[in-house]
């Protein structure tokens, strides 16, 4: 794909966060992926998108944006818009076809060109619309609330609340909360892979299914002494943390979990040298 649809408003609200330097590497690895469509290498990525004084902050930005797979790190979403353009601009070519049938030996007289991008994301909405919607609380089903206080990133509420209703949840809501809580001991979700509200309402992500991560929390024994993990403590959260606990490091107040998981990993690979 040489062209890509980008919404600056949802784009700024996940990415507030980021240094100039991470900004910058997001943007061209999202380049680099919709380019050439295949798992991004992390070991030569911050050459490909010309930052090699900046690896540090490249890594970063797949943790945290990317996830890793045994051929590289890959982006779902971008994934999905991927796969919707091809099937987009497969559709039209065959549907020109249709329309435009000629003789074989009449040249085409047509061509198709390819169509904009459909993207999941929603339009923020402004703080007005959000009160408008929300000012009669009394409209506000008893267990939209409930699920709202248990949903772990609050974004898009009066919109989350109009698809709430639409979908008209009844005696299933139990089983909902239920899923989400176990979506929440995810790795993706532990790690801040989580969508958005609303589209977890319109997708109906409660019947996803998730594997959940190894606790190794709660294999610690009683002398609080971190036990062997293996080789799969960086495949989670609570191993993570686990290991860097037993190398002495601790996740410091406000630091983001991918550079915790960073200076874990760095300080491991520094102790088997």
Same mark, same amino acid.
């Given at each position: 794909? &040489?062209?890509?649809?980008? &919404? ?5 609200? &996940? ?20 380019? &050439? ?237």
């Amino acid at each position: 794909m &040489h062209y890509y649809q980008f &919404h600056i408003g949802d784009y700024a609200a &996940h990415t507030r966060h980021l240094s100039l330097m991470e900004d910058l590497a997001y943007r061209r690895l999202l380049d680099l992926y919709y380019l &050439h469509q295949k798992p991004i290498i992390a070991e030569i990525a911050a050459r490909q998108i010309g930052m090699k004084e900046y690896g540090q902050d490249v890594l970063a930005v797949l943790i945290e944006f990317f996830v890793e797979t045994q051929e590289g790190y890959v982006n779902l979403r971008a994934d999905r818009e991927i796969l919707n353009y091809i099937k987009q601009v497969d559709g039209g070519k065959k549907g020109a076809e249709k329309r435009w049938a000629k003789p074989s030996h009449t040249p085409p007289i047509a061509t198709t060109l390819p169509p904009p991008i459909a993207t999941i994301n929603q339009e923020p909405l402004t703080n007005n619309q959000d009160k408008q919607l929300l000012s009669d609380k009394s409209d506000v089903p008893d267990n939209f609330a409930q699920l709202w206080k248990a949903y772990p990133k609050k974004v898009g509420k009066s919109e989350t609340l109009k698809a709430w209703k639409a979908m008209k949840i009844n005696g299933e809501f139990p089983k909902i909360l239920e899923a989400l809580e176990r979506q929440k001991l995810s790795k993706k979700w532990k790690e801040g892979f989580i969508l958005d509200p609303v589209r977890w309402v319109k997708g109906k992500r409660w019947e996803d299914v998730v594997e959940v991560e190894p606790d190794f929390l709660s294999m610690l024994s009683d002398e609080n002494t971190p036990i062997d993990c293996g080789d799969s403590w960086k495949e989670s959260a609570s191993g993570i943390t686990v290991k860097g606990r037993s190398l002495g490091i601790e996740q410091q107040t406000g630091e983001p979990f991918p550079m915790f998981k960073i200076r874990v990993i760095e300080a491991e690979m520094m102790k088997s040298a």
